[in-house]
Nanobody, 123 residues
């Protein structure tokens, strides 16, 4: 039973930081590339960041590049998203997503998602 459980969201002021975590279970975490995506209220889903299964490469949406850092600890089956220099437009429900394919690289095809963790950036 695949499970992805996000945590670490909350309220932050503009310019502040939050670190999101995604605890994965039910599959061989180290075999899969992972991503973070977000959905702001009333808006569509936006891909945020992705990381290769072995952590050897990372990718970011232009909107977060230079501010967010994705990482993973395969020994702990955990995916992270360090969010710095937060902006109000970062306010969204953040989801952890598992790649559909057992592969090192990102294919941007997902089969499981967590329940999401809310990030609110407001002064």
């Amino acid at each position: 039973q695949v499970q992805l459980v996000e945590s670490g969201g909350g309220l932050a002021q503009p310019g502040g930081s939050l670190r999101l975590s995604c605890a994965a279970s039910g599959f061989t975490f180290s075999n899969y590339a992972m991503s973070w995506a977000r959905q702001a209220p009333g808006k569509g889903l936006e891909w945020v960041s992705g990381i290769y299964s072995d952590g050897s490469d990372t990718y970011y949406a232009d909107s977060v590049k230079g501010r967010f850092t994705i990482s993973r600890d395969n020994a702990k089956n955990t995916l992270y998203l360090q969010m710095n220099s937060l902006k109000p437009e970062d306010t969204a429900l953040y989801y952890c997503a598992k790649e559909r394919n057992d592969a090192i690289r990102l294919r941007f095809e997902y089969d499981y998602w967590g329940q999401g963790t809310q990030v609110t950036v407001s002064s």
